[in-house]
């Protein structure tokens, strides 16, 4: 960070200057006190620094960059999350925040003196859990206005800046769209990260990860979309953060061809401790019941499933347990649907649960059979499927029945499967009750299952249950048309 002793020193002097104009500000501006212990972070960091317990400068520019990009990834989803700020309006106040930005990795820097020393890249997890408290204290300090102490910082919000934030008629308010610059804040920030794979001069090099992944067969195109979506992949290094984690992806028996689209579903893997992040979590899957033998497929399916804290998966396999699933099954639904630890607990496996409770369906078997319908809105998916059925004369018993035996029949959209597949069914001989016996009925292609033996079923004259009709292999089907028309002919 710093390219000479002067640097330092000048660094130390604005530090201290801050923090004496700061306390008289603070005497000055009574009405609106700001927590010294909150602000004077960086300072302390600076005065600790002096006794060579450590030292900026031991940080080079290039990580430095990325744990801006690290830190600046944190506040801007903190924003969003607790503050409620749009992307548009977080990238803009994050654009504005150089200062706090720096300040945030000074705390960094703070909190894990021992690994710089030592040479050692902090993770992303590290960064993350290191500043979200951080920020949490400052929201419980300031609340609404915190977007305000983030652009102002080391100056706090006055008095007046307070009001302002406070509409005396929000029922009047007529909102306004903001007027986007031809290159918004956020743009800038990702053509920043985008110049170190676009800015190469022909007597240039690519950086060497960036090498590395072409290697590996991302195309460059690829890499700049997945720095579009997560800038602070461009700062990641080859040896201390990608390599590992493509080499140990490869040892679990992950196909060198799916490491790209690993990478490109999740960057943020390469991030990640391997010794104290993503083993410990592997292992702490595999006693929930995850299966070792399946993790190339397991996270092939789903890469974010190893970024997740494990107060996360523990509190999805905790509900998993409340509805009813054994240990077994648990591991077994983690291990086939891995993506069920996106879903919120409380916005979205519980509310799921207790509508399918409603009508009376045995949960603890949904999420068996099929735990992918519990990502499904229910609004927009769930109630539609079950009005569908009720108004063609079927009762919630039999809808729950019926979803028991097959969870996947939500997932089917109405339009495209449903309605045809009820139209057509309509012309054939069969019952309703049938399709309660055997909703998987919906599965099975119209134009390259159903119909086909449906017309093969009436040539020969003989009568089939639906679950024979649809089920059978093409041998068996055949086999028991035979033997079904030899019978008739016998009679």
Known sequence: MFGSVWDCVFFMGNVFNFKNAFQCQL?????????????????KYAESGVDGSMSLRLVSPTLLAAEKEEAK?????????????????AARTINKSDA???????????????RYLVGRELTTLEIRDALIPYLETLLEEYGTILADVVENFPNPPTKEKLEE?????????????????????LDSKKLKALSRVSNISPTEKLPSHIIYLIELGMDLESIKEVIRKFPAFAYY???????PVVEFLLDLGIKK?????????????????????????????????????????VIYRFPPLLTYSRPKLKATVDFLYEMGLSAENVGKVLTRCPNIISY??????????????????????????????????????LKPVTEFFVKRGYSLRDVATMISRYGTLYTFSLP????????????????????????????YSLEDRIKPRYEIVKKCEVKLLLNQMLSLSEDDFLKLLKKKMEKKLSL
């Open 344 to 381: 919120s607990v409380e916005d979205k496996l519980r509310p799921t649960a207790e509508y399918f409770r409603s009508f009376h369906v045995d949960v603890a078997i949904i999420l068996y059979r099929s735990p992918q319908t519990f990502g499904l809105s229910i609004e927009a998916n």
């Open 100 to 114: 706090f930005v720096d300040h945030l990795v000074s705390r960094l820097h703070s909190v894990h003196k021992s």
């Open 73 to 89: 990834a944190v506040l801007n989803l903190f924003l969003k999350k607790k503050q409620g700020l749009s992307n548009a309006v």
């Open 165 to 185: 934030n406070v509409p005396k008629q929000p029922e009047l308010e007529i909102p306004i769209a903001p007027i986007s610059p031809s290159i918004s804040p």
């Open 416 to 443: 495209e499967n449903l309605i045809p597949k009820w139209d057509f069914f309509l012309t054939m001989v069969y019952p309703k009750s049938e399709l309660i016996k055997f909703p998987q009925y919906f599965g």
């Open 237 to 243: 290094s080859l040896e201390g953060k990608i390599k």
């Open 27 to 43: 005497a000055e501006e009574t009405e609106f006190p700001i927590p010294q212990k909150v602000f004077f972070t960086r300072a």
């Open 257 to 297: 061809a799916d490491i790209p689209t690993i990478l490109k579903k999740r960057p943020q893997l390469c991030g990640i401790s391997l010794t104290e992040n993503l083993i410990p979590t592997m292992t702490f899957l595999e006693d929930l019941g995850v299966d070792k033998k399946h993790w190339a497929k």
